[in-house]
């Protein structure tokens, strides 16, 4: 036996949704065993969920992982596959991976390094496995050995094959557990992960699956998990096969389905002989600690090669960061939708950019969705949404698309989404238009109504009570807020009318500098789009409206939100009040953030940085918006304290509750804006 059929499958988990998740491992199970691959690579904690945060210490949530892992067990016949699982050994929790064989556990993996930075927090639960060391756990009342493990799986004739692992942060790490695995004769290393999705970052998954494969002469199998699993992180479900340094199998990422899988043939004896020549002969295994589990299995013979398989076709390399926004933030709404139970979406459309790359966002997950897995199939995860299963439902859905001559998902849209623009005497025409075209676009159901009653009635009884009339010359603000508050009650009133999840449409950028009113425009349960600053927003809706997603298309609506300039429309329609007049160009602001926060850099060196890059306004103009933008992050860490929950993107994020801590109250970096203040007046 040479070759052998090795499969990576990425998997979408709830934590503590014990019976969906075990759902979902038997499917990938069966689908291995369907396609005859011999070995099957299964996710980082993917029996319990991987983000169970504090659920982790329950001895109960311990017990019970270790009890499906049981009942998983007699699924594995004829595959060699892991599983992993929070498990306690000597009163210590750790990450693990179990390695299951024909029907029987073998032993456990711990994880030798632990995320401990960004949005991840292992170090809470676990402790990280010390290399090379072996010892011992009771599961079920049987001894298993436990920690830095190689299985040697085979038959009596000599048909065998060594298997390692190392667990996602393992292979980021200088001293890869590979390298040691590699010389203790690894045939194949399998990297079953929970590896969080961000801009570009496959790229870096590519490169140490080939940098291992290539370097150690192994077959390498990586997997990960799918979709929002518990809320804030995305998973992409990116799986990846590489063997004598060549990426031989590549699955689609950001999928709809359960489970994605990626398979290919590999030959062991091809990486032996690289290994024999290139002088890596396999080393003393004592020298190198750890311990070998012997595993008696019968490699299948391979009738026919299978054909490795292919990532998705928008999936190139690098992938488009247009495209990656398109399918990532959908997705999480999808499984946040469904996850929740929620009783449909609802959105205060404001004819905005903000706004309409929610609803854009919406309407590309019936898309997506419905496209990759179908509409029977997409609408029967949606359970709990009144009316998407009843007959007349159904019949609705008939009726559309006959009437459009093809599939049309805008009947969907509409049993979704809501919509409703909430104007003030300050609403131009031109927004809300442009909110209607992007709502009737989509299919959403569209309702206007004015709020200016509301508004009027609380500044008459705060106007009594303090015995002035307030004005715009001296109560600028809180007449700007009191409208944007206003717009809440109505919203959460339409959304609560079917237990629908309101969305707020905050993003980064106003989250920096606070410009956005508490209980107004960040009412909502959920808000997808704040992990994205306003410029790279503005751009993308640019591209939606001329390009959009491969295989989707534009969207041309779009026109009537990109032709404006952002404004929150709170000032009288004669002030001609735009996002960028009362904050700075948001080009400039999310370079002065991007530096300040992401870099850490103080302000004088803020105020370098950037005038390279925005030669065309004079120095001191930008020392005054890095200024103001210091001062205005300090002044508003409460208001990012309260936001809703958001998807993490990239390493831009300033969700305080995973990313980006700052205290509520500090000094304000008074002495540092002082410095450039100074070195402003100097030229």
């Given at each position: 036996m040479t070759k052998l059929r090795l499969a990576a499958a990425g998997i979408n988990t709830t934590p503590l949704a014990w019976h969906a998740n075990q759902l979902n491992l038997r499917r990938a199970i069966q689908a291995a065993r369907d396609a005859k691959a011999s070995v099957l690579c299964l996710p980082e904690l993917c029996i319990s969920g991987y983000g169970c945060e504090d659920a982790f210490f329950a001895k109960g949530v311990q017990q019970t992982a270790l009890d499906v892992l049981a009942e998983l067990l007699p699924h594995t016949g004829g595959l060699i596959t892991t599983f992993g699982l929070p498990l306690a050994v000597d009163g210590t929790l750790y990450n693990a991976m179990a390695m299951c064989c024909d029907g029987h556990l073998l032993g456990f993996v711990g994880k030798q390094f632990l995320a401990d930075d960004g949005i991840h927090y292992e170090p809470r639960w676990f402790k990280p496995w010390p290399r090379g060391e072996v010892r011992e756990v009771s599961v079920h009342g049987s001894p298993y050995p436990v920690g830095d493990l190689l299985f040697d799986c085979g038959d009596e004739n000599g048909d065998r094959v060594k298997i390692g692992m190392e667990i996602c942060r393992d292979a980021w790490v200088r001293y890869r557990p590979i390298v040691p695995l590699a010389g203790r004769g690894a045939d194949i290393v399998l990297n079953p992960s929970a590896s969080h999705f961000a801009f570009g970052k496959q790229e870096i998954r590519r490169d140490y699956v080939l940098r291992g494969s290539r370097e150690q002469h192994v077959s390498y199998a990586y997997c990960n998990l799918l979709g929002n699993e518990s809320g804030r992180a995305i998973f992409d479900g990116g799986t990846l096969i590489a063997s004598r340094g060549v990426m031989v199998a590549a699955g689609p990422?950001?999928?709809?389905?359960?489970?994605?899988?990626?398979?290919?043939?590999?030959?062991?004896?091809?990486?032996r002989r690289d290994r024999e020549q290139a002088n890596q002969p396999r080393r003393d295994a004592s020298s190198l600690?750890?311990?070998?589990?012997?595993?008696?299995?019968?490699?299948?013979?391979?009738?026919?090669?299978?054909?490795?398989?292919?990532?998705?076709?928008?999936?190139?390399?690098?992938?488009?960061?247009?495209?990656?926004?398109?399918?990532?933030?959908?997705?999480?709404?999808?499984?946040?939708?469904?996850?929740?139970?929620?009783?449909?979406?609802?959105?205060?459309?404001?004819?905005?950019?903000d706004s309409a790359a929610v609803v854009t966002m919406i309407w590309l997950m019936v898309e997506l969705g419905v496209a990759e897995v179908g509409r029977h199939a997409f609408l029967d995860k949606l359970n709990a949404i009144m009316g998407l299963h009843d007959d007349q439902f159904m019949q609705k859905v008939a009726v559309v698309a006959s009437l459009a001559g093809a599939e049309d998902n805008r009947s969907i849209v509409s049993d979704l989404l809501a919509c409703v623009y909430q104007s003030t005497r300050n609403s131009g025409e031109v927004t809300r238009s442009a909110a209607e075209a992007v709502a009737k676009a989509v299919g959403a159901k569209y309702y206007e109504w004015s709020v200016d009653e509301q508004v009027d009635a609380y500044v008459d009884n705060v106007s009594q009570a303090v015995e002035r009339e307030l004005t715009w010359e001296l109560d600028d603000v809180a007449l700007q807020n009191i409208q944007a508050r206003a717009r809440g009650p109505g919203v959460w009133l339409l959304a609560?009318?079917?237990?629908?999840?309101?969305?707020?449409?905050?993003?980064?950028?106003?989250?920096?500098?606070?410009?956005?009113?508490?209980?107004?425009?960040?009412?909502?349960?959920?808000?997808?789009?704040?992990?994205?600053?306003?410029?790279?927003?503005?751009?993308?809706?640019?591209?939606?409206?001329?390009?959009?997603?491969?295989?989707?298309?534009?969207?041309?609506?779009?026109?009537?939100?990109?032709?404006?300039?952002?404004?929150?429309?709170?000032?009288?329609?004669?002030?001609?009040?735009?996002?960028?007049?009362?904050?700075?160009?948001?080009?400039?602001?999310?370079?002065?953030?991007?530096?300040?926060?992401?870099?850490?850099?103080?302000?004088?060196?803020?105020?370098?940085?950037?005038?390279?890059?925005?030669?065309?306004?004079?120095?001191?103009?930008?020392?005054?918006?890095?200024?103001?933008?210091?001062?205005?992050?300090?002044?508003?860490?409460?208001?990012?304290?309260?936001?809703?929950?958001?998807?993490?993107?990239?390493?831009?994020?300033?969700?305080?509750?995973?990313?980006?801590?700052?205290?509520?109250?500090?000094?304000?970096?008074?002495?540092?804006?002082?410095?450039?203040?100074?070195?402003?007046?100097?030229?």
């Open positions: 990422r950001l999928s709809f389905a359960d489970t994605v899988m990626a398979m290919a043939d590999i030959d062991v004896a091809a990486t600690g750890g311990a070998t589990v012997d595993c008696k299995f019968d490699f299948p013979a391979l009738a026919a090669p299978v054909s490795p398989t292919q990532p998705s076709t928008w999936d190139t390399s690098p992938a488009p960061k247009a495209e990656e926004f398109a399918r990532a933030v959908p997705l999480a709404l999808y499984d946040y939708l469904r996850k929740s139970r929620s009783g449909g979406l609802v959105v205060s459309l404001s004819g905005g950019a609560n009318l079917t237990g629908a999840l309101l969305l707020s449409t905050s993003n980064r950028s106003e989250a920096a500098v606070g410009y956005a009113t508490m209980d107004g425009d960040t009412c909502g349960g959920l808000a997808p789009i704040t992990g994205i600053d306003k410029a790279y927003l503005r751009e993308w809706l640019h591209w939606m409206e001329h390009t959009g997603p491969l295989d989707v298309g534009p969207m041309p609506a779009l026109s009537a939100v990109n032709a404006q300039q952002p404004t929150a429309e709170l000032r009288p329609a004669t002030e001609r009040q735009t996002d960028e007049s009362d904050l700075m160009p948001y080009v400039v602001l999310d370079a002065i953030e991007r530096a300040a926060i992401r870099d850490r850099l103080m302000p004088v060196e803020v105020w370098q940085t950037i005038q390279p890059q925005f030669q065309d306004y004079a120095a001191r103009q930008l020392g005054e918006w890095v200024i103001r933008f210091f001062q205005l992050w300090c002044r508003n860490q409460w208001k990012r304290e309260r936001y809703a929950p958001s998807f993490h993107l990239d390493d831009e994020n300033l969700d305080p509750k995973t990313w980006c801590r700052f205290p509520i109250l500090s000094g304000g970096f008074k002495r540092e804006l002082a410095v450039l203040r100074e070195r402003m007046e100097r030229g």
